[in-house]
């Protein structure tokens, strides 16, 4: 499956952005999708995860009440709402996708990654 991510933009502290990732494929709703995000020097890290129907998701504790993510398996496309950011949300985000659905946060556990968009969060 081939992933592309947008959506990214600068935003003000306390703004909103919504990211999109497309997939190819007609085997998207196969797929568990998930969203991380590396910021300059840092660690790529765990946001949030969505399973292949969209009925179950988790998130890392510093995005929780305020990300949320969605899927439209019939658009084949992924959803990030980010609300309420902060400074520190700055970062490339990606999406990613795996066929596993479990706790796993980590990285090296899915599959296929988008190319990335920018976020920048000015305070």
């Known amino acids: 499956v081939q992933l592309q991510a947008s959506g990214g933009g600068l935003v003000q502290a306390g703004g909103s952005l919504r990211l999109s990732c497309a997939a190819s494929g007609r085997t998207f709703s196969s797929y568990a999708m998930g969203w991380f995000r590396q910021a300059p020097g840092k660690e790529r890290e765990f946001v949030a995860a969505i399973s292949w129907s969209g009925g179950s998701t988790y998130y890392a504790d510093s995005v929780k009440g305020r990300f949320t993510t969605s899927r439209d398996n019939a658009k084949n496309t992924v959803y990030l709402q980010m609300n309420s950011l902060k400074p520190e949300d700055t970062a490339v985000y990606y999406c990613?996708?795996?066929?596993?659905?479990?706790?796993?946060?980590?990285?090296?556990?899915?599959?296929?990654w988008g190319q990335g968009t920018q976020v920048t969060v000015s305070s």
């Open positions: 990613a996708a795996r066929r596993i659905y479990n706790g796993d946060s980590s990285p090296v556990a899915y599959d296929y």
